[in-house]
């Protein structure tokens, strides 16, 4: 038996929708509008709705940007991730880089932090330790001047 697609919602459900969704957690718009697009009767109703959200201060790229910074900046992602990640999410370049202005984080101590827990993971004997870590933040998204830097630490110093 095959199921039946629900109805599509009005108005009023997609904002009874879009307010239980960010009960639980900030959301980007463009995030907002790929969870709540399938389910809306018109693209001018989402819309509408996603509108009445941000004037009411109830969704706001703004605060999800910076907690989302916040929150992926504690697990240790560098600058080029977070950019990227954002962008993923549907902020814009302009609104990224002040995001990340105001957070004024040392980005370097941050690699450095990183990559200290990353090579006492590592074993001492690996020929490829090096590459390994070079490899790992490259990943976590920090610039490659300032894996350079750290590299030149771990180079240097009997960590």
């Excluded at 038996?1 to 459900?13: G, T």
């Excluded at 990353?118 to 990943?139: G, N, Q, T, V």
């Excluded at 001047?145 to 630490?153: G, T, W």
């Amino acid at each position: 038996m095959k199921k039946s697609k629900p109805e599509p919602l009005d108005r009023s459900a997609l904002k009874h929708a879009a307010v239980d969704l960010l009960s639980r957690r900030d959301y980007s718009r463009q995030e907002l509008w790929r969870k709540l697009s399938p389910k809306a009767a018109s693209a001018d109703d989402l819309d509408n709705v996603l509108n009445e959200l941000s004037d009411n201060s109830w969704q706001s790229d703004e605060r999800f940007g910076a907690m989302y910074l916040r929150s992926r900046t504690s697990r240790g992602l560098g600058p080029v991730r977070l950019r990227q990640e954002l962008r993923m999410k549907g902020l814009d370049d302009d609104l990224t880089r002040d995001l990340m202005e105001q957070q004024s984080q040392d980005w370097q101590g941050l690699a450095t932090e990183v990559a200290q827990k990353k090579w006492s993971a590592l074993k001492a004997d690996d020929p490829r330790r090096f590459e390994k870590l070079y490899r790992f933040l490259a990943y976590r998204g920090f610039p490659s001047d300032v894996i350079r830097s750290v590299m030149e630490q771990f180079g240097t110093s009997s960590h």
